[in-house]
C-alpha cells in the first residue's frame, strides 16, 4: 500500500473535505466541510480504506462489524469482505416502526461488535447508536473513525470507556494539505482558531442523586424506599418467587438486612394463609426496615382491580406498601390504589415484549399524571419524577431459556439510571441467599455511586 498521506491526498481528490465558510446542523459557521461519502463510490479507495483502518484494530476482539447509518456503512462492508468479520446493519429508521428489528443480519446475543464511522464530532451520533445495539444483547468495545474532526466526541467516548480508532485527524489532514500548499498558512491558521473555539467539552449530565430524588417525588411511598435506600445503602428488591410459606420467610429472614423491599408473587404460595404468611413477614418486614412490594400487575377496569386489591383471600390492599399494575385499562382505573403507592408497568424486560416505544410514551404520561403512581417498572430511561425499578438483573446469566433478559447491575444504573434493581433467581436460586444478596446489594450500590 502506498504511505498514509499518499492515500489521503488520493481521498482529496475525491472532494471529501471543502473548504470556505459552511453553516453546519448546529448553526455554527465552519471553515471546513467534511463528507466522506464519495469515498464509497471509488472501489479501490474504499477497498483500502478498509485495509488502512482494519490494519490499525486488535482484530481478534471482534466478532461482528456495523456501520453507522448512512455514511458508514460502506466502510464497514468492506472491512467486513476484507476481514471476514461477519457483518450486520443498524437500521436508521428503527424508532418509527417500533417493533421493527433495530439490527438485522446474523449475531448471538454477547458478541463484540465493532462500530464504524466516517467523521466523529461531538460523538452525539454514536452515544445515540452504542445504546440501541448494547440493548440487543451485543457488546461495543471499539469504534473505529476514519476522521476526527477533534471537536471533543472522541474524548467523551473514551471516558465512557470505549476504545477509539481514529485515522485521521484534521490538523493532521491541514499539514498534509499545507505542505502540498493545497491549502495556506492563513487558511490553517483559521481552522485551528475554529478548533479552538469549538470543542465540545465533557459535560455530561449525570444521573441525580436519592437525596435529590427526596425532594422531587413527594409520594409518601417514594419518600419511604428512598429513605431506606440512603440508610441502608442499597438500592436491592428481592423478587421472592417461591411457592411456600415457609420458604418465603426464610428467604425473607436471610436477606432482610440487605434490600430495600421484598417483592411478591403471592398467589403463587401453595400454603397462603393470612395470619401465618402476612403476620410474620410484617414482622421481619419492620425488624430489617424493608417495604412489601405486591408484584401483582393489576391489569383490569377500575372497578375489578378494586376488588382484587381488597377482597378475595390475598387482601393486598391490608399489607402491601407499594404494588405494580399495568396502566393499560387507562388513568381512571388507578384511582382504586389509595393506600398504597403504585410502580406502573412502563415496559417490560421479556422478548418479544409489546411494549415499544409508543406504549412506553403514552403508559409513561399516565404514570405521570396520576398522584397514586410515585415509579415506573422499565428497561429504558423514565422522567426524574418517577422512581425507576428494573427487573431482568443478574450477574451470571444472560436469559432463561423462558423468554426473560438479563443485565447487569452496572448497565441498569450507567444506561437506565435505573433507582432499584429486582433480582429474583440470581439470590433466591443462590447456594447461600444472604450472601447473594450483599453481592447484589454491593454490586448495586457500586453501580449507583459510579453512575453518580
Ligand atoms: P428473575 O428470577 O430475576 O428473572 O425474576 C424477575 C422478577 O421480576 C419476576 O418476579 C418477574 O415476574 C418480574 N418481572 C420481570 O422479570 N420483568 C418484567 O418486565 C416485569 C417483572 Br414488569
Redesign the pocket.
Given at each position: 500500500m502506498e504511505s498514509k498521506k499518499e492515500f489521503f491526498l488520493e481521498c482529496y481528490k475525491l472532494g471529501i473535505i471543502k473548504f470556505g465558510r459552511f453553516t453546519l446542523k448546529s448553526g455554527i459557521e465552519s471553515p471546513f466541510y467534511v463528507d466522506l461519502r464519495p469515498l464509497s463510490s471509488d472501489p479501490k479507495i474504499l477497498k483500502h480504506l478498509a485495509n488502512y483502518l482494519l490494519d490499525m484494530l486488535p482484530l481478534d476482539n471482534f466478532d461482528l462489524i456495523c456501520g453507522v447509518p448512512y455514511a458508514a456503512m460502506p466502510m464497514a462492508t468492506a472491512m467486513s469482505l476484507e476481514s471476514y468479520i461477519p457483518l450486520i446493519i443498524k437500521r436508521k429508521e428503527a424508532k418509527t416502526y417500533g417493533t421493527k428489528k433495530v439490527i438485522e443480519g446474523i449475531y448471538k446475543k454477547g458478541q463484540n461488535c465493532l462500530l464504524v464511522e466516517d467523521v466523529i464530532t461531538s460523538g452525539a451520533s454514536l452515544l445515540e447508536t452504542i445504546p440501541e445495539i448494547e440493548n440487543e444483547g451485543i457488546t461495543v468495545s471499539d469504534v473505529v473513525v476514519v476522521l476526527d474532526r477533534q471537536q471533543g466526541g472522541k474524548e467523551i467516548l473514551e471516558k465512557k470507556g470505549f476504545r477509539v480508532h481514529t485515522l485521521f485527524t484534521i490538523s493532521e489532514v491541514c499539514k498534509m494539505l499545507r505542505e502540498e500548499e493545497h491549502l495556506t498558512d492563513d487558511e490553517v491558521g483559521r481552522i485551528n482558531d475554529f478548533l479552538a473555539g469549538n470543542t465540545v467539552k465533557f459535560n455530561e449530565e449525570k444521573r441525580i442523586s436519592y437525596e435529590q430524588k427526596l425532594k422531587i417525588c413527594d409520594h409518601s411511598v417514594a419518600q419511604k424506599i428512598l429513605e431506606t435506600a440512603i440508610e441502608k445503602k442499597s438500592n436491592l428488591i428481592v423478587?421472592a418467587?417461591v411457592t411456600s410459606t415457609a420458604e418465603l420467610l426464610a428467604l425473607a429472614e436471610k436477606v432482610g438486612p440487605h434490600i430495600v423491599a421484598l417483592?411478591t408473587?403471592i398467589d403463587i404460595l401453595l400454603d397462603f394463609d393470612a395470619d401465618e404468611t402476612i403476620l410474620p413477614l410484617k414482622d421481619l418486614a419492620t425488624k430489617y426496615n424493608f417495604l412489601l412490594m405486591e408484584?401483582r400487575?393489576f391489569a383490569d377496569i377500575g372497578n375489578t382491580q378494586e376488588m382484587q386489591f381488597a377482597y378475595g383471600i390475598f387482601k393486598i390492599s391490608q399489607w402491601a406498601d407499594l404494588v405494580?399494575a399495568q396502566v393499560i385499562a387507562g388513568y381512571d382505573s388507578l384511582d382504586c390504589f389509595r393506600n398504597v403507592g403504585v410502580v406502573a408497568?412502563l415496559g417490560?424486560?421479556?422478548k418479544g415484549t409489546l411494549t415499544n416505544e409508543d406504549y412506553r410514551d403514552e403508559a409513561t404520561k399516565i404514570a405521570l399524571s396520576h398522584p397514586n403512581v410515585f415509579g415506573g417498572?422499565c428497561q429504558n430511561k423514565i422522567p426524574n419524577e418517577l422512581l425507576l425499578f428494573t427487573?431482568?438483573?443478574?450477574l451470571a446469566d444472560s436469559a432463561?431459556g423462558k423468554g426473560?433478559q438479563y443485565n447487569t447491575p452496572e448497565h441498569a444504573f450507567s444506561q437506565l439510571e435505573t433507582d432499584f434493581i429486582?433480582?429474583?433467581?440470581?439470590i433466591y436460586k443462590a447456594d447461600d441467599a444472604e450472601q447473594a444478596a450483599l453481592s447484589y446489594k454491593i454490586a448495586g450500590w457500586q453501580a449507583y455511586e459510579q453512575s453518580l
Open positions: 423478587s418467587d417483592k408473587h408484584d400487575k405494580t408497568i417490560m424486560s421479556s417498572v427487573p431482568g438483573i443478574n432463561d426473560q429486582i433480582v429474583g433467581r440470581g
